[in-house]
């Protein structure tokens, strides 16, 4: 249990100082790099609390695929610090509002916030032995059958989302040239290649 | 009370401690001269291939090869760019070299061999090779440099776009299984091989691996014609040798997750006498060495692709061709009542 508490305390640690450094961080690639040190931990915590699997999508999702994306972009940005920094003072004004109103914001949710009475009875269900059942079937379970429609909702969201992403960026431009891999493949022998008989000294 | 203590300490956390240790020294151990060997394999085959003779003058048939060329990047000196951020720029390596060993953590190399038997072990696995391309692309950030940069940013674009197809060739073999579990999924296979029932799929994922590790013909990265070596270009000694290190480790292990997930992992072809006497081990690395074999052997005789061959190839017609499968295995499993029920 000790070992248990040290790297609870190791991995929260981490997370908070690297999720801090995200904003602190003068270069944006060490901003994403800490991001992705945050991910990392907050994975590790999971899997501290018996959610394996929720811990290893949040790898592969996030880390593996969305912040691979981010960090492209990030490298791939042209930005001058000296001139970003400049406007600092002059965008503080309106930053710092709505930093506050974020605030007031949050504060007001978590005043208000009430703890439903069923899900006191939900809490105070028995939790399976996790040799019992893994949380692969334990979520898979409830996923496909109970949250079904809200699932294919969140599916279709995202698929209205990409086909968006691509319609925005796909250019049709004419006179470009492609290669028609059916083409090339389904050119019969007489177009690509002719064989003559050479007369010796006449050439062709 | 104080004794009982020193006993919980021991019991508790020093013995099974150490005995982690032991587990893991004896597979990794094993595995880096693996690693060694491996290149020593390249370079003959290749050498038989294109009729030469390949190294033959360190050791007898040129065995001691792989010790010199270690030795003489231990000494060489590390330099480091003055534009690179030095710090990220010897990371890189590090990162690059610890994913490709720690993944071999829930490798089961036979039956009960496996130092953590993970539920979500494939899980596990996917996780660990996506984070390789972070090992490219910060080394190819960090040198400060045209070419390693060009060649950082084609192979995290590569590596993402074949781990879509992967992840779903995964999924069809998880149909069959029922299990997230390594071992699961290896005693799943002890009728048949997946390999048979799903064999345009075990041809799927073997180039998916070879585009995941950046093997010929899908070698761009470090396209020697035309970037020089990628992003390697800038690192010297230690640093280049532990990228080198990290990518034959990784193709091991490619191997051994496709064997693990089509060719039945340490089981041996048939449950008969002279092939049940064989330990499953020896049946696991045989299985890793015909793979690694196909790897040089298409090095050979491949020519490398266009990037947007490449491309057209990963997304146009593996992904499609997967989901295809993907579908169609599930029907045909809920069609004929042979999904793995209670597991």
Not at chain 1, 10 to 15: E, G, R, V
Not at chain 1, 152 to 171: F, H, K, N, P, S
Not at chain 1, 181 to 187: A, D, G, K, L, T
Not at chain 2, 87 to 96: D, E, K, M, R, S
């Amino acid at each position: 249990m000790i070992i248990q508490a040290l790297a609870f305390y190791l991995f929260a640690a981490i997370t908070v100082a690297s999720g801090f450094m995200v904003i602190a961080s003068r270069n944006p690639v060490h901003s994403v790099l800490f991001l992705i040190l945050a991910f990392f931990n907050a994975a590790g915590l999971f899997v501290l609390m018996g959610a394996e699997f929720l811990g290893m999508l949040l790898v592969i999702v996030y880390v593996g695929a969305v912040a691979v994306l981010f960090l492209f972009v990030v490298m791939m940005l042209d930005i001058n610090f000296v001139e970003l920094r400049q406007g600092f003072l002059q965008y503080l004004p309106v930053g710092g509002m709505i930093g506050i109103v974020l605030l007031i914001e949050l504060a007001m949710v978590l005043g208000g916030w009430v703890v439903a009475p069923e899900a006191r009875s939900v809490a105070a269900d028995p939790i399976p032995a996790l040799d019992k059942v893994t949380n692969t079937h334990a979520l898979g379970a409830v996923l496909y059958t109970k949250y079904i429609y809200l699932f294919q909702g969140a599916g279709l969201i995202l698929l209205v989302a990409m086909i968006g992403a691509i319609v925005l960026t796909l250019r049709s431009r004419p006179g470009v040239k492609r290669q028609s891999i059916s083409e090339q493949v389904n050119r019969p022998r007489e177009d690509a290649v002719a064989i003559r008989k050479v007369e010796p000294r006449k050439g062709i | 009370m104080t004794e009982s203590l020193w006993q919980n300490l021991w019991t508790g956390y020093v013995f099974p401690g150490g005995l982690i240790l032991v587990h893991i020294l004896m597979l990794l151990v094993p595995l880096l001269v693996a690693v060694a060997y491996l290149t020593l394999m390249e370079r003959k085959v290749l050498a038989a291939m294109s009729l030469r003779m390949g190294p033959n003058v360190v050791g007898p048939f040129g065995l001691l090869q792989p010790l010199a060329d270690a030795g003489k990047l231990i000494f060489k000196e590390t330099i480091i760019p003055s534009g690179a951020n030095k710090f990220l720029f010897l990371a890189a390596p590090c990162i690059t070299f610890i994913l490709a060993m720690i993944a071999w953590a829930v490798i089961p190399v036979a039956d009960g061999w496996v130092i953590s038997n993970l539920n979500v072990g494939v899980l596990y696995l996917f996780a660990i090779s996506s984070l390789g391309v972070y090992g490219i692309i910060i080394a190819g950030w960090s040198s400060n440099s045209r070419y390693a940069f060009l060649g950082a940013l084609r192979s995290s674009a590569q590596m993402v776009s074949y781990e879509v197809s992967m992840g779903l060739v995964i999924i069809t073999v998880l149909l069959c299984v029922g299990s997230l579990n390594l071992s699961a999924i290896v005693n799943a296979q002890k009728t048949v091989w997946f390999a048979i029932p799903l064999f345009p799929m075990f041809i799927v994922f073997f180039i998916s691996a070879l585009a995941e590790t950046n093997r010929h013909p899908f070698d761009l990265p470090e396209a020697e014609a035309e970037l020089v070596a990628g992003y390697q270009v800038e690192y010297s000694s230690m640093a280049f040798a532990l990228f080198f290190l990290g990518e034959y480790a990784n193709m091991i292990l490619m191997s051994g997750m496709t064997t693990i997930l089509f060719l039945g992992g340490w089981l041996p072809p048939m449950d008969i006498a002279p092939f049940n006497w064989i330990p499953g081990v020896v049946w696991f690395c045989l299985k890793i060495f015909v793979l690694l074999f196909v790897f040089i052997w298409v090095r050979a005789t491949v020519p490398r692709y266009r990037y947007d061959q490449l491309m057209r190839l990963g997304w146009k017609v593996f992904l499609p061709f997967s989901l295809l499968w993907v579908v169609l295995t599930a029907g045909v499993l809920l069609a004929f009542d042979l999904l793995p029920k209670g597991v």
